[in-house]
């Protein structure tokens, strides 16, 4: 465990640097004048029509993020196996096996239902 | 007793951390200069020589100073309309994992040139690496502008996508290697053959997956200038902008690291144990760690020069032929390539012959027939003939 304590004191290094930064460092030195047109959206240089939080967007998006974490999870389950694989054998592998086999019918099921096609 | 502890496992640990941290950084921020600086020479125009000028710097090569003076000094912006707090984290989010890293990556022969010696390292990394979508989306999110909002759903599609065969890439390592840390993976190389071969097609997929995951062109997407501005980041500027930015360029030398780390011997240069392997180096003590460093940050550099590279070579892809690729061919070759490896290397075991063997030959003989197929002699066409045609 000795080793990983290094990581929590460069995590304190690193996440001080971009607040020392963004917080401190950059507001005594930086321009600052300001604006009423400056600080609206950017939109082609014309006022902006509408905001993005009154627009909808594709449900598609929701789709890849549930597919995602089936196929995340799987990958998960993978590396375990693969570290003890050449110990486990064939056992290990036909377990695995059937398990891709499980996983591969959702993905084809997915695939026919044309969830992972865009358009 | 305690100063000892100390001493070992946070004080020297600390120091190769930030000296490894501020020659990466030192890196990144050249790579800035030497991307726009090649795409220039490599489209025929000179891209930035002029800074530094006046005080006899060659090349514009005082860019590199001159870009974060300039982004320290300019004024922030924050949208009215935006989410403040989220607007604040979205570009801090993708620093922080993206730094931190740098602890986990071997650069030399252990012990002097590891940070820390984990044996999870690799898991570890990719948990760290897989953060940074966060921030781009909330950051894209927060903004509260069409383009970032866009942007910011794009590259979270995209990355999550891809995040899976890159993840699936890196099972066929772990069944040869059998370990999730680093330096062994590194010595089995050195002690065999580079991963590439045995795998050459997960290598191929993880170069694919790297892409995709830095955003980098022909998988640029969520930054296409001609339809989306400037995609998640648009309404970001001065510092800010440059997180993001820094975020990026450091991800692209992780993802780098680990190419080499996983498929190119990372610090070695051997082959079944001999040449230039971990005890060899250790043997030559200091000088030998240096030349390990050395040898480690050039396979690296090749790499970063590859993202330049393919930036000057392929057009953007479309966002459906992008996910196509990511769900349709890379998740299919990826499992298809664990399959194999499995099955070659236990029947290997099965019948006495050497499983990883055979592997590296059939991805030798791809890598063969493809340089054949590329370097064919081909009728040449000349510019007069390709001008008269026109």
Request: with cysteine; net charge positive.
């Amino acid at each position: 465990m000795a080793n990983y304590s290094v990581l929590l004191v460069a995590a304190a290094i690193v996440i001080s640097l971009p607040v020392l930064t963004l917080f401190v460092i950059t507001p005594l030195v930086r321009a600052s004048r300001g604006g009423k047109v400056k600080l609206e959206p950017y939109e082609c240089g014309i006022p902006a029509s509408s905001l993005a939080i009154d627009h909808r967007f594709s449900v598609r998006y929701f789709l890849i993020a549930v597919l995602f974490i089936v196929f995340d999870v799987e990958t998960v389950f993978l590396f375990p196996w693969a570290i003890r694989f050449k110990q486990l054998g064939w056992f290990g592998a036909i377990e695995m096996g059937v398990f891709l086999a499980i996983l591969l019918v959702g993905y084809v099921y997915a695939w026919k239902r044309k969830v992972l096609s865009w358009v | 007793m305690t100063q000892d502890l100390l001493l070992r496992y946070l004080i020297w640990p600390l120091v190769k951390f930030l000296v490894a941290f501020i020659i990466v950084q030192v890196i990144v921020a050249a790579m800035n200069w030497v991307e726009r600086r090649l795409l220039g020479l490599m489209q025929a125009r000179l891209g930035p020589n002029r800074v530094g000028r006046e005080f006899g710097i060659p090349w514009g090569l005082a860019q590199i100073v001159a870009d974060p003076i300039k982004f320290i000094l300019k004024e922030d912006i924050v949208p009215s309309s935006s989410e403040k707090v989220a607007y604040f984290l979205g570009p801090m989010l993708p620093l922080i994992p993206a730094f931190l890293v740098f602890c986990l990556i071997p650069y030399g022969p252990p012990p002097t040139f590891v940070v820390t010696h984990v044996n999870v390292g690799l898991l570890l990394i990719l948990a760290l690496t897989s953060t940074g979508v966060y921030g781009i989306i909330l950051g894209g999110w927060a903004s509260n502008n069409k383009y970032s909002l866009m942007g910011g759903l794009r590259s979270a599609a995209q990355m999550v996508s891809y995040e899976v065969p890159f993840g699936l890439s890196i099972v066929g390592v772990l069944m040869l290697c059998g370990s999730f840390d680093l330096v062994h993976i590194i010595n089995y190389q050195a002690d065999h053959i580079w991963n590439l071969f045995p795998q050459l097609i997960a290598a191929f997929i993880f170069l694919v997956a790297m892409n995709a995951e830095n955003n980098r062109t022909p998988f640029d997407l969520p930054e296409a200038e001609s339809e989306l501005v400037a995609g998640y980041h648009t309404e970001y500027s001065a510092m800010k902008f440059a997180f993001f930015m820094l975020a990026e360029y450091s991800s692209m030398m992780v993802n780098c690291c680990l190419m080499v780390s996983l498929f190119f011997g990372g610090w070695t240069m051997a082959i079944n144990g001999y040449g230039l392997t971990t005890g060899v180096l250790r043997g030559m003590g200091l000088l030998g760690g240096i030349l390990g460093a050395l040898i480690f940050i050039t396979k690296v550099m090749v790499f970063m020069l590859m993202y330049i590279w393919f930036r000057a070579t392929f057009p953007r892809f479309r966002f459906d032929q992008l996910m196509d690729l990511g769900w349709k061919w890379m998740i299919p070759l990826a499992l298809a390539n664990i399959a194999v490896t499995a099955i070659v290397v236990l029947l290997g075991d099965q019948f006495d012959f050497q499983g990883e063997v055979v592997l590296s030959i059939a991805g030798a003989a791809i890598i063969v027939f493809t340089l054949i197929l590329l370097l064919r002699p081909r009728a040449k066409v000349t510019h007069a003939r390709r001008v008269s045609e026109a």
